[in-house]
């Protein structure tokens, strides 16, 4: 295809601004069209320019799909109307008793997607340690038909080393599936690193704006993207045409918003380290972080998310929580306002008792791109404040 041949070469910030968005040949118009038409004119049985009908296919899809993809340097995109349906349908790819390997930190509704909706359907799960390749190779599970990795991990940003734990899974003939909702393409490619499938919940970094649900997968087979559109199709929980719009739209700014959040995040653990309020910081960049030579290895920088614990237990978490005037307590993360939530009274309620719950006093912040200086003094009153 001429498109693709003519995007060999583009960087990262020339893909997101024109993979997939030629002007209309149409009208010339230089943005996508919105196109909410439900079915498409066929000039005779069978003969169409491409879309039959939306849920199989749909040209605002299609240009998202386009560009996600190539963010990603995968060959083939596919959107969903929100992160899990994407999760969803990765899981319909396994036969039933293959097992899924997860990591010990993941995000709740993975994780409760996995234990609740798959296992009691005769899909087991265990929880690993994928920061521990030895131990990985020495208790492989011989069923196991997926690893699921999320690095750097909700909320605990741990990070893991996506190309070592590809190439032992692939040696035993499992699929590897990275879920990039935190790293994003521009600070991370795990396609590039060995994985199979990458996950993102586009709700948010993709979207940037807290306000389109969204899920995607990237995919560099041919065969296994093949599977993944089946079901895209037969079981249809895509995304609407406006939603596509909205992602496709959020995108574009992708790189520029990183580096903001990345520099805004370097900001506010400057405050924490050594504040007398706060126990111990999490983010990937601190040299004594779990994982920071897996991140230093396979990102370009460490990210907009920062998690903390604190001093005082999870009264003064709350209390914190409570206290902060610009970052909004609420859940969710990756848009362009700073918030601040308690996973373990909300994102991660429901990993309550299993190997993935998390501490009592733990915070976590999605850092965003007001002026930092805004985001430091609002955050150090709130310390100040238990
Ligand atoms: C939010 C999130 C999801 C789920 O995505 P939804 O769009 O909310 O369905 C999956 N993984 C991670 C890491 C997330 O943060």
């Not at 959107?79 to 039933?96: I, T, W």
């Not at 208790?139 to 734990?165: H, Q, R, S, Y």
């Not at 190997?355 to 009153?381: K, T």
Request: proline share 5%; net charge negative.
């Amino acid at each position: 295809m001429g498109e693709e041949e003519q995007q060999v070469g583009w960087a990262f910030e020339t893909l997101a601004i024109h993979a997939g968005q030629e002007p209309d040949p149409a009208t010339g118009a230089v943005v996508p069209p919105i196109s909410l038409a439900t079915t498409f004119a066929q000039s005779e049985v069978g003969v169409h320019q491409g879309y039959e009908y939306s849920r199989s296919g749909n040209p605002t899809r299609t240009a998202v799909e386009t560009q996600i993809a190539a963010l990603e340097q995968a060959r083939h995109g596919l959107a969903f109307a929100s992160g899990l349906a994407a999760e969803d349908n990765v899981l319909r790819l396994l036969r039933q008793g293959q097992r899924i390997l997860l990591g010990n930190d993941a995000y709740g509704g993975t994780f409760r997607l996995i234990s609740k909706v798959w296992s009691p359907l005769g899909f087991p799960w265990s929880a690993v340690d994928l920061g521990d390749l030895d131990s990985l190779r020495d208790n492989w599970p011989d069923d196991t038909g997926m690893v699921w990795l999320e690095t750097p991990t909700n909320p605990l940003l741990t990070c893991f080393d996506i190309e070592a734990v590809a190439t032992i899974a692939r040696e035993r003939g499992a699929l590897v599936v990275v879920d990039n909702t935190f790293a994003t393409p521009y600070l991370q490619q795990p396609i590039t690193l060995g994985a199979d499938i990458v996950v993102h919940s586009a709700t948010k970094y993709l979207g940037g704006h807290s306000d389109v649900v969204g899920g995607f997968l990237a995919v560099d087979d041919d065969e296994l993207a093949g599977r993944l559109r089946f079901t895209q199709n037969a079981a249809g929980a895509v995304p609407s045409p406006f939603d596509c719009y909205l992602v496709l739209r959020g995108a574009k700014t992708l790189g520029v918003r990183m580096d903001r959040h990345c520099e805004n995040a370097r900001a506010i653990v400057d405050l924490l380290t050594g504040h007398e309020a706060v126990e111990r910081v999490l983010y990937p960049q601190l040299p004594d972080h779990p994982g920071h030579a897996a991140a230093a290895k396979q990102m370009r920088d460490y990210g907009g998310m920062v998690s903390f614990t604190v001093q005082g237990g999870e009264a003064a978490a709350r209390r914190i929580a409570a206290a902060t005037t610009l970052f909004t307590l609420a859940e969710s993360l990756g848009a362009v306002e700073s918030l601040i939530e308690h996973p373990g009274a909300m994102t991660h309620a429901s990993a309550a008792g299993s190997p993935l719950e998390v501490p009592a006093n733990l915070l976590r912040l999605s850092v965003g791109i007001e002026h930092s200086s805004d985001l430091v003094a609002d955050l150090a009153q709130a310390l100040s404040a238990v």
